[in-house]
Structure formats: C-alpha cells, structure tokens
C-alpha cells in the first residue's frame, strides 16, 4: 500500500492533478497495486486566509507518506517568493530531497523547436543538486537602502552534498544503461572554489564507475549543445541554480511545459513529483491546461515507488496518446481537447494495456 500526499496547489495545480489521478488509479487497477491518498490545501489561497504557507507540524506529517503528488505553488495575489520558499524549498530542505531529476525525453509526434531533431536525438537526465548552492539563503544585506548598499548571496556546497548528488548520477547513469556517458556541467573557469569542489569529487568518484564516460561543460556551453547537438547528452549533473536553468532549456527541447516533470528525490526518504510548468493562473477552470506533464509526473511517482511494470504502462499510454494524433498541440488551449479528455484518453490507454 502506498500512502501518497497530495496537494494540488494553485491555479491550474487542481486541474492536472485531478487528470494525473486518473491515470494513477487506471494504472493501479491495470496492475493490481494499492494506494492511499490525503489530500492537503497548501498554496496560496490557505495563505491568502490564514497567513499560513505549511502549517506547524506539516513537515512531520508528510514523513509519513511513501510519496508527494504536488500540482503547483503559484498565485497572482502573493508577492512572489512567499509561496516558493515557504512550501516548495521548504519541503524539499525538510525532507532532505537533495535530487531534483528532470527528465528530458521528446516523444514521437511531439513538436521540436529544433531544427532536425528528433526523438533518437533527445532523451537525457538532468540530476540537478536540490537542497544547496544558491538556494540555501546564505548572505544578506549591508547599508540597505543606500548608495554604499551591499548585497552577498553565498552558494553553499558541502563535500557530503555534493558527493551524494554526483554519486546518485552515477548510479543513474548505470541503471540507465544507455550511452553510459556522465556530463558534470559547472562552471569551474570562474566559479574557482564551489566547482573545484564539485570537479574533484567528480573525478573521484568516477574512479569507482570504471563503465561509464565522463565529460565536463560549462554551462553556458552546455546551453548552446542542448540546442546544436542535444545527442551527446545522457546524463548531465549540476549544482542547484545552474540545474534550474538548463532544465528549463531542456523542457523546451522536449516539447514544453506543457510534457515536462521532475521528482524532487530523497532516495531513502519521501520525494516530491511535480509538473514543473507552474500554476498557469490564467488558464485556471477553462478545462485548457495540458495534464501530460502531471501525468508524466505520476509516471515518475511510479517509478520511485517500485512499480516498474505501472510506470512503464504510463509512459506507453502518454506515447500512444501523442501519436494518436488526437493531441493538435501541446500548448494551453490549443491541444484540440480538454485538459479532462486528455487525462480520458491516457487513461484509456492504461486501461487497454
Ligand atoms: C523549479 C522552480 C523553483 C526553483 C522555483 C519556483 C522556486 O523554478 O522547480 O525549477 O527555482 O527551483
Ligand atoms: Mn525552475
């Protein structure tokens, strides 16, 4: 049995959710496995209410559950930051979530914004480092308000952290068994201590994986080849900020938000999966939002939690579905469908088998 929190969140969060639920229980009733479902109001509207963004004990709580199916944090009427630091970076440093994983698949019939690129050229992994750097709020602010003011804001990188986080790539890297072929992407020119750190722990531990490549990118490099030449990639590892960018990039190259997921992974504690898209408040009720992205997240729900045999039913229905043809676009509004007969059609899909 598995006991999975949800929290819909903001905006179109609920919409998507509600479609990625869909395909859960299809895929549970397809191959006979149990779950659990609570459901928890954290977002902006129980913040607008009770200026509360995770109520005392949350975190607690959610220690309890296998799994969080989050849908987005994200609302027009909450200055911006509130919301991101006070649930999604709180839970993942909480509950020691220290890989952020991204997927960067294109799947067949899906639009590609590059030129001659197909799905042979782009199915990769970004393990990006998810509980220090940039994120950990390290610095402040001196002479605030003057013309003397001064602003630091400290990128944090522990020796045990970023040793955990280039060891999961590895062993993802393995698992994978594709190309075999490890990309550290950083920044080492001129970021001439965090990424010493980061380049030396990376060889180090490449010693012990005598069976897979290693390479190095600089980030701004690494952005122009996910564009020229996306198939050198297979696993690509970075420190937290850098991994924010490129993933966007790369949820481009995929297809968009409307396709893109992410697992916020504490191997041996509760992770997080989430469309990585946002809340989309302008589209909320309109039954326009696309759900694959929320779908792709159960996906990978899925897979964390050992159903190996579900997840790959799930990505098989969302592939089926995108070369149905019935899916115009991946875009809100455009799709040809709405976001309910796209949950419908994948669900389906789970269901034949
Ligand atoms: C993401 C998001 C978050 C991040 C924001 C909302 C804080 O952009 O999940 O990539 O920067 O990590
Ligand atoms: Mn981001």
Not at 177 to 200: I, P, S
Not at 250 to 258: F, K, R, S, V
Not at 322 to 330: A, F, N, R, V, Y
Request: glycine content about 12%; charged content about 20%.
């Amino acid at each position: 049995m598995h006991k999975i929190a949800v929290i819909p969140g903001d905006g179109t969060g609920p919409e998507v959710v509600a479609e990625g639920l869909k395909v859960l229980e299809a895929a549970g009733d397809a191959c006979g496995f149990n779950f659990e479902l609570q459901e928890f109001d954290f977002g902006g509207d129980r913040y607008l209410a009770t200026g509360e963004t995770l109520p005392e004990g949350a975190i607690e709580e959610m220690k309890a559950f296998n799994a969080i199916y989050l849908g987005a944090i994200g609302h027009p009427d909450v200055r911006p930051g509130i919301l991101e630091h006070g649930i999604l970076l709180a839970l993942r440093f909480a509950l020691d979530q220290y890989i952020n994983l991204r997927p960067v698949k294109l799947y067949p019939g899906v639009d590609c914004p590059l030129k001659d690129k197909g799905p042979e050229d782009i199915d990769l992994v970004v393990v990006r480092e998810n509980t220090e750097g940039l994120y950990v709020g390290t610095g402040g602010f001196a002479r605030k308000g003057t013309d003397q003011e001064i602003a630091t804001q400290v990128s944090v990188n522990t020796r045990m952290g970023v040793e955990r986080c280039i060891r999961y790539a590895f062993e993802l890297c393995r698992e994978r068994d594709m190309e075999k072929k490890l990309t550290l992407c950083g920044k080492t020119n001129v970021l001439t201590y965090a990424h010493d750190l980061w380049e030396r722990v990376f060889n180090e531990v490449a010693s012990e994986y005598p069976d897979v490549t290693t390479d190095y990118a600089h980030v701004d490099a690494i952005c122009m080849w996910f564009v020229k030449n996306p198939e050198w990639f297979d696993v690509v590892v970075t420190d937290n900020m850098f991994g924010d960018i490129i993933t966007d990039l790369g949820a481009m190259i995929q297809g968009g938000m409307g396709i893109a997921a992410g697992g916020n992974i504490n191997p041996s504690g509760t992770s997080m999966f989430e469309p990585i898209g946002g809340s989309a408040p302008k589209y909320t009720g309109q039954n326009v939002i696309n759900p694959l992205a929320a779908i792709a997240a159960v996906q990978m729900m899925l897979d964390f939690l050992g159903e190996k045999q579900a997840a790959a039913l799930v990505e098989g229905a969302i592939v089926k579905a995108l070369s149905s043809g019935d899916i115009k676009s991946l875009s809100a509004g455009k799709m040809g469908m709405g976001t309910r007969e796209v949950g419908d059609l994948v669900a389906g899909y789970v269901t034949e088998g």
